[in-house]
Nanobody, 124 residues
């Protein structure tokens, strides 16, 4: 089992940048592929980004491709999401999640463990 805690959210203006971090504790972090998801009010939770166990493979939702970058540090047990050129439509609660099977599946149900989320608000 792994425990996940997100940080780094906040209120920014359109065009600004934010860096989200997710700290993992518990069982060995490197056995999990990691993902970032987000959920806006009244909407379903949606996939944002994915990174494989060793960090060699990444995947992004079309809506964030070219603006967001996912990375991980298997020594510090962290996964990060660098968000640039933020837009008001990026406003949501952002969650990190762990996938023990490294499925690469974008669906919520593919992930086994979740953090509590961090709020990102982008004003226009």
């Amino acid at each position: 089992q792994v425990q996940l805690v997100e940080s780094g959210g906040g209120l920014v203006q359109a065009g600004d940048s934010l860096r989200l971090s997710c700290a993992a504790s518990g069982r060995s972090f490197s056995i999990y592929a990691m993902g970032w998801f987000r959920q806006a009010p009244g909407k379903d939770r949606e996939f944002v980004a994915y990174i494989s166990r060793a960090g060699y493979s990444t995947d992004y939702a079309d809506s964030v491709k070219g603006r967001f970058t996912i990375s991980r540090d298997n020594v510090k047990n962290t996964v990060s999401l660098q968000m640039n050129s933020l837009k008001p439509e990026d406003t949501a609660v952002y969650y990190c999640a762990a996938d023990r099977w490294e499925s690469g599946d974008r669906r919520v149900r593919a992930y086994d463990y979740w953090g509590q989320g961090t709020q990102v608000t982008v004003s226009s």
